[in-house]
Nanobody
Framework: VQLQASGGGLVQAGGSLRLSCASSGSTDTSKVMGWFRQAPGKEREFVGAVSWNAGSPVYADSVKGRFTIDRDNTKDTMYLQMNNLKPEDTAVYYC??????????????????WGQGTLVTVSS
C-alpha cells in the first residue's frame, strides 16, 4: 500500500488548509485511515481517523471542532480540512493506514502503512 500526502504549507493563525492522502496498491475496503502529526522534539500524536466502510471519524480533543476528515471512496483518498489553525498545530502531518480492520486505534504503532509527511506551519 502506498500513501501520498499533500497539501501542507504556511498559513497565518486563523487560516485554513486542506490535506489530501491518496491511497494505492490495495483493494481492501476494510481499513482504517488516520492522520497523525509530529512537532519538533515531540512524539507523533493522533489527530483523527476514519473507518473506511462505516462510522464517523474520531478526533483528538485538541482539534475537535476545527478539523474535519472526509473521504472520497471513488478516488480512495482521505482529506483533512483544517480550520482556525493555531501556531500549536505546526507539525509534519502524516497519513496512515491499517488494513483488514474497522476499529479505530489512536496509537501510531497500530498503523502499518505511512505516507511521507507534509509540513504545516502556522504563523502567529
Amino acid at each position: 500500500v502506498q500513501l501520498q500526502a499533500s497539501g501542507g504549507g504556511l498559513v497565518q493563525a486563523g487560516g485554513s488548509l486542506r490535506l489530501s492522502c491518496a491511497s494505492s496498491g490495495s483493494t481492501d475496503t476494510s481499513k482504517v485511515m488516520g492522520w497523525f502529526r509530529q512537532a519538533p522534539g515531540k512524539e507523533r500524536e493522533f489527530v483523527g481517523a476514519v473507518s473506511w466502510n462505516a462510522g464517523s471519524p474520531v478526533y483528538a480533543d485538541s482539534v475537535k471542532g476545527r478539523f474535519t476528515i472526509d473521504r472520497d471512496n471513488t478516488k480512495d483518498t482521505m482529506y483533512l480540512q483544517m480550520n482556525n489553525l493555531k501556531p500549536e498545530d505546526t507539525a509534519v502531518y502524516y497519513c496512515a493506514a491499517r488494513l483488514g480492520v474497522t476499529v479505530i486505534h489512536r496509537t501510531y504503532r497500530s498503523y502499518r502503512y505511512w505516507g511521507q509527511g507534509t509540513l504545516v506551519t502556522v504563523s502567529s
